[in-house]
């Protein structure tokens, strides 16, 4: 048998007289639905055995093995072909061992038509992804499809379907939901059409970035927006905006809420606005921010504001910065009334001093 795939594929043996042709538009159609179980088979059988336009003459036994069926199995599909016009029968000659029937594919071809023509119209991508979106219980082919949406349609390969396949085994369907939910919003904003080739490539990234953070559930994709909201907080509090947080910022950022010097996003918070009061002659950097609130505060067992504002109070109470305040007051005095100008980093400011009146 060859098999020759271009636009048509054929299935022919070495001596086939007759083919048949079905497009993927007439399966769409209905084209199976007309043809039930074992009919499907005979009639294909008939069309491709005629001997001359419309007419088949077959032998009875050579027609059941070929398509493995008993004689019952025969009958009842014949009866159903001919009853709804598909078909008519009769005997070929004195031998009752042939037949004879007369096709009528013209009412198989109608019938299909007029099938199509009362389909539903098909619905966009888009219209499909929101059902997917807002569905309690999502099979998952129709997952597949709403994912396959955002590819253009001549880059849809095995390769592809593939990686999603493994998409739909690794990650949970609320997941996957979710992930479409994003990048239907994000196509929306930037004004693409469904199948345009940026919105897959955002898709990908997103997958790749939950491969490689180890996020494989739903709980871990909650935990994980949790954590880029609450850093975007420390970000903007800190005084960067839009997207021009570096990697090594966002990794600062996340240790101090949930990494070796968690301290959490509240007394992050803290810290962060502490530091910029303290400092006034520029933006205090993130080395000193942690050498100076977030891990002493770590290594103290801080855990709340208040907590926070007292050893504040208590480590200025206690520096030695303090202690020489008034010493070098009264020396100043002695020089004839001058005092000594210090840098700021000499001195422990309290939270009150930087109170608003």
Same mark, same amino acid.
Do not use: C
């Given at each position: 048998? &060859?098999?020759?795939?271009?636009?048509?594929?054929?299935?022919?043996?070495?001596?086939?007289? $007759?083919?048949?042709?079905?497009?993927?538009?007439?399966? %769409?159609?209905?084209?199976?639905?007309?043809? !039930?179980?074992?009919?499907?088979?005979?009639?294909?059988?008939?069309?491709?055995?005629?001997?001359?336009?419309?007419?088949?003459?077959?032998?009875?036994?050579?027609?059941?093995?070929?398509?493995?069926? *008993?004689?019952?199995?025969?009958?009842?599909?014949?009866?159903?072909?001919?009853?709804?016009?598909?078909?008519?029968?009769?005997?070929?000659?004195?031998?009752?061992?042939?037949?004879?029937?007369?096709?009528? !594919?013209?009412?198989?071809?109608?019938?299909?038509?007029?099938?199509?023509?009362?389909? %539903?119209?098909?619905?966009?991508?888009? %219209?499909?992804?929101?059902?997917?979106?807002?569905?309690?219980?999502?099979?998952?082919?129709?997952?597949?499809?709403?994912?396959?949406?955002?590819? !253009?349609?001549?880059?849809?390969?095995?390769?592809?379907?593939?990686?999603?396949?493994?998409?739909?085994? *690794?990650?949970?369907?609320?997941?996957?939901? %979710?992930?479409?939910?994003?990048?239907?919003?994000?196509?929306?904003?930037?004004?693409?059409?469904?199948?345009?080739?940026?919105?897959?490539?955002?898709?990908?990234?997103?997958?790749?970035?939950?491969?490689?953070? &180890?996020?494989?559930?739903?709980?871990?994709?909650?935990?994980?927006?949790?954590?880029?909201?609450?850093?975007?907080?420390?970000?903007?509090?800190?005084?960067?905006?839009?997207?021009?947080?570096?990697?090594?910022?966002?990794?600062?950022? $996340?240790?101090?809420?949930?990494?070796?010097?968690?301290?959490? $996003?509240?007394?992050?918070?803290?810290?962060?606005?502490?530091?910029?009061?303290?400092?006034? &002659?520029?933006?205090?950097?993130?080395?000193?921010?942690?050498?100076?609130?977030?891990?002493?505060?770590?290594?103290?067992?801080?855990?709340?504001?208040?907590?926070?504002?007292?050893?504040?109070?208590?480590?200025?109470?206690?520096?030695?910065?303090?202690?020489?305040?008034?010493? &070098?007051?009264?020396?100043?005095?002695?020089?004839?009334?001058?005092?000594?100008?210090?840098?700021? $980093? *000499?001195?422990?400011?309290?939270?009150?001093?930087?109170?608003?009146?």
């Amino acid at each position: 048998m &060859d098999i020759q795939h271009k636009r048509t594929i054929s299935f022919t043996g070495k001596k086939a007289s $007759q083919t048949v042709e079905i497009s993927g538009a007439a399966l %769409e159609s209905g084209f199976f639905n007309q043809l !039930p179980g074992n009919t499907l088979i005979i009639y294909l059988y008939l069309l491709t055995h005629q001997e001359q336009e419309n007419t088949a003459v077959v032998e009875k036994t050579q027609l059941l093995a070929s398509l493995n069926l *008993d004689q019952t199995e025969f009958s009842k599909a014949i009866d159903y072909l001919e009853k709804r016009g598909f078909l008519s029968t009769g005997h070929f000659g004195s031998k009752e061992h042939y037949l004879e029937f007369t096709l009528y !594919p013209e009412i198989l071809k109608k019938t299909t038509q007029s099938n199509s023509q009362k389909r %539903e119209p098909e619905k966009s991508s888009r %219209e499909l992804r929101q059902q997917v979106m807002r569905a309690v219980n999502t099979s998952q082919e129709e997952l597949a499809t709403a994912l396959l949406s955002f590819v !253009p349609a001549n880059s849809r390969n095995s390769s592809l379907r593939e990686d999603i396949m493994n998409w739909l085994r *690794d990650f949970e369907a609320r997941m996957l939901q %979710e992930l479409i939910r994003r990048v239907d919003k994000w196509q929306e904003r930037q004004g693409m059409t469904s199948g345009s080739p940026g919105a897959f490539s955002y898709l990908k990234a997103i997958i790749s970035s939950w491969y490689e953070e &180890d996020i494989l559930t739903y709980q871990d994709l909650q935990e994980q927006d949790k954590l880029h909201r609450e850093t975007k907080e420390l970000a903007k509090t800190y005084g960067i905006r839009g997207g021009n947080l570096s990697n090594a910022q966002l990794k600062t950022f $996340q240790s101090w809420i949930t990494g070796d010097l968690a301290l959490g $996003q509240e007394l992050a918070l803290f810290a962060i606005r502490e530091a910029v009061r303290r400092k006034k &002659d520029g933006q205090p950097s993130l080395k000193y921010i942690e050498d100076n609130f977030i891990k002493p505060w770590q290594e103290a067992g801080i855990k709340t504001v208040t907590e926070a504002y007292s050893w504040l109070k208590k480590s200025r109470q206690s520096s030695p910065a303090k202690q020489t305040k008034n010493s &070098d007051k009264q020396q100043g005095e002695k020089a004839g009334g001058k005092s000594v100008n210090y840098k700021w $980093q *000499d001195f422990y400011w309290d939270y009150d001093d930087f109170k608003e009146s």
